[in-house]
């Protein structure tokens, strides 16, 4: 993460210097500027993001019919994140274009997992697998002025989304299960100016993608030994919705200051997973079992407030 907020950091200096000689530049010797006919922004945020994973709202759904397991306090879920706007807005044609990435990890996300079965009643704490996801999207907007200082944005474009879950086997760091998706959305945008240097901005994506799985076998933990069955030809869907509200301050001709919260939510389903799991455990060699790993989807949220700075050119 240290060498990519430098590289932020060296971006956004290359930016100030452009955008204050393009200033000077413009402003005629009235002393009046002439109004934008297009714009550039970079927009970088400082975000505390809460990963709720579909690896803990879909734990207590991988049982036998014989337990119940339930899973609560998720802990260290938390992460903060330096996520990246471009966009380009041309005011003579009336449209706009923007991408957009950001990647989250979670080392040792665990909950509290409460076990009932015919011997009895358990509590332990859980530790789930390490995991990762990444975000990129590209959009086209149509610029549509309701009334002076308020702007609608309507329009679309694709998402990418993808999704690892790593294994805790003999091949540190490698991933158990690692999907790459990517499809449609649809995105709506509201800026409105109430003031002379403040602004309020609301955005809504509603996007769907799709993808192959990749995955791993055998799977090996210090006590456990899995083998898999039936994983080939297993895609992943993610079915949800980005929402985001934040106010913007400009202090400086080039420059603003944001301040917002962003949200996004999905629901996670397989598809064409029709895969058998057979376990061995190594301290009692006599131990096989056989299960199938069949899931049901379940939702998987990001969220949290962030701080941004933008340049402008």
């Known amino acids: 993460m240290g060498l990519y907020q430098k590289y932020y950091v060296f971006i956004l200096l290359n930016l100030f210097l452009i955008s204050n000689s393009q200033a000077s530049e413009e402003i005629p010797k009235t002393g009046t500027s002439e109004k934008r006919k297009q714009k550039f922004e970079l927009l970088l945020k400082r975000q505390t993001y809460s990963f709720i994973p579909y690896n803990f709202t879909s734990y207590s759904e991988k049982t036998n019919p014989n337990e119940s397991i339930e899973t609560n306090h998720l802990q260290q879920n938390q992460k903060v994140l330096v996520p990246a706007v471009f966009s380009y807005e041309n005011y003579e044609k009336n449209y706009k274009a923007e991408i957009s990435y950001y990647e989250v990890e979670l080392v040792n996300p665990n909950s509290n997992v409460i076990r009932s079965n015919s011997t009895g009643l358990s509590a332990e704490r859980f530790y789930y697998s390490p995991l990762a996801r990444s ?12 009334i002076q200082n308020w702007n609608l944005y309507l329009g679309g474009g694709l998402r990418n989304i993808n999704k690892y879950t790593y294994g805790k086997y003999m091949l540190d760091g490698a991933f158990q299960e690692y999907f790459y998706t990517y499809g ?8 409105y100016q109430f003031a002379e240097n403040f602004s309020a901005n609301i955005s809504l994506d509603v996007f769907y993608t799709e993808g192959t799985r990749f995955f791993k076998t055998p799977i090996i933990s210090p006590d456990t030994l899995v083998f898999t069955n039936g994983s080939a030809g297993t895609r992943g ?6 929402s985001e509200i934040s106010l913007q301050y400009k202090f400086h001709e080039n420059m603003r200051f944001h301040l917002g919260y962003n949200q996004i939510s999905s629901y996670f389903s397989y598809l064409h997973f029709d895969q058998w799991n057979l376990h061995y455990n190594f301290s009692s060699p006599s131990s096989i079992s056989i299960s ?18 933008s340049v402008f050119f």
């Not at 449609?184 to 800026?191: A, E, G, H, I």
Request: glycine letters at 12%; a neutral charge; charged letters at 20%.
């Open 135 to 146: 975000e990129f999207e590209t959009n086209f907007y149509k610029i549509i002025s309701l």
């Open 184 to 191: 449609p959305q649809v995105s709506l945008q509201s800026s």
């Open 237 to 242: 869907i993610f079915r949800g919705f980005e």
């Open 292 to 309: 199938n790993g069949s899931r049901s989807g379940n939702y998987e949220i990001l969220r949290g407030f962030f701080l941004g700075f």
